[in-house]
């Protein structure tokens, strides 16, 4: 049974190959575990094939040495030597035969010329033991030593590829380098081109000191371009005070124009806080506040005056109509508001008055003048908004019960 020699310097051990494929590496989880930085956590593997035991590199960080030589894969044979860090794993099969030249030549690198057998610790017989006799399994002895490979021509690991179209461990090293040299010098352009940024702004964007409000000299706002001289300052100031000024006065009695009045004069005192007209500004503002809520109460005494005309004439319905949107349209208005919600209890109590009267005055008809009954419940429906109206919902609900009775 073919099997492996495993020595770390101080100590050795033997380990039967029984399984299809054993995996080395630093791995706790692995069969054979090879406590070396050098290894990787699944370093090679030993695979069992039709002509014996075959190596295989399992894209390691170090690469796989057999007998001095960095390998991806090859037909293990008797006394070949796997270095990683301080362990040497010495393969043994007593059973090996030499496949096919053309077979041996797909399954890896030709046999290291030099390479020396294991010697057999057989007991001495008068006879050779034959070929195929077992070789001994190690207990606590230390592995063969295996005179010096030939010398191999130098490789550029960086171009060369192994005879399974890997790269060597050399070619992954280096290209992860250049990776971590890449992201170096990436770092390096952003944190130049930020540093770059910070100096320009500092240069074209001039600081603006604090002025203390009221101070003499005081400048008029950070609104105006910087880089101003008082005197330029002040020459805008009066610009703008004669274009807002000019416009106020040509409009202070449209009131369409009043929310215009309003945004120039925050405007101005927005880029001019401390001008000498803010008092003016103010007072054009005002007026033009006083405007429009006098223009709100105009438009708004019109829509009242004609919801109470509908009230004198008894249509209810169509006035409290008229009331819900005034109420709609002006509940922000405190004042407004509490003076339709008087107008609107009022229309109720005298929708209820009307109603009691003319409901009377058709019970009476109901059972000597029908046609007459008839004509007074649908002036009730009519003057009480035939349903529309939430308020007097319950007055068309009566009206309709007769009309149906007297049907």
Known sequence: ?????????????????????????????NKIVIDDKQASRRHFSIDKIEYGYKLVDLESRNGTRVNDRQVNQMLLRPGDRI????????????????????????????????????????????????????LPVAADAKPVV??????????????????????????????????????TLTLVAIGAGIFIFVILILIFVPSHPTVEPGAAGAKLGAKLPPGMSEAERAAKEAQDWDEMSTFCER????????????????????????????TKARDYKAAALNGIKTSKNAE??????????????????NGLKKIRDLLAKYKTDAD?????????EQAVEDAKVYFRAKAQEADAMKFSRKDEAREAYH?????????????????????????EGLQ
């Open 336 to 344: 407004i508001h509490e003076r339709l919600a008087k107008l609107k």
């Open 379 to 403: 002036s009730i429906l009519k003057v009480m908004g035939n349903g529309s109206v939430p308020e007097l919902d319950d007055y068309c609900k009566f009206a309709r019960f007769n009309l």
């Open 146 to 183: 295996l005179n010096a490979p030939a010398p191999t021509p130098e490789i550029d690991y960086r171009t060369k590829r192994n005879r399974s179209g890997h790269t060597t461990a050399v070619s992954k090293n280096v290209h992860v380098q250049l990776q971590e040299e890449s992201k």
């Open 83 to 134: 270095v990683i860090g301080k362990y040497v794993l010495t393969f043994e099969d007593p059973g090996f035969k030499e496949p096919p030249p053309e077979v041996a030549a797909k399954l890896g690198p030709p046999p290291v010329a030099g390479r020396v057998d294991p010697p057999s610790t057989a007991p001495d017989t008068s006879a050779p033991p034959p070929p195929t006799s077992a």
């Open 251 to 278: 409009n202070k009695n449209f009131a369409n124009t009043y929310p215009d009045i309003i945004k120039r004069v925050d405007e101005f005192e927005k880029t001019h806080p401390r001008s000498p007209n803010s």
């Open 1 to 29: 049974m073919a099997r492996l020699v495993i020595s770390d310097g101080s100590s050795s051990k033997t380990l039967d190959l029984t399984e299809a494929s054993t995996v080395a590496g630093r791995a706790p989880e």
């Open 300 to 317: 708004f005494s019109e829509a009242e005056r004609f919801a109470q005309e509908d009230l004198k004439r008894n249509d209810f319905g």
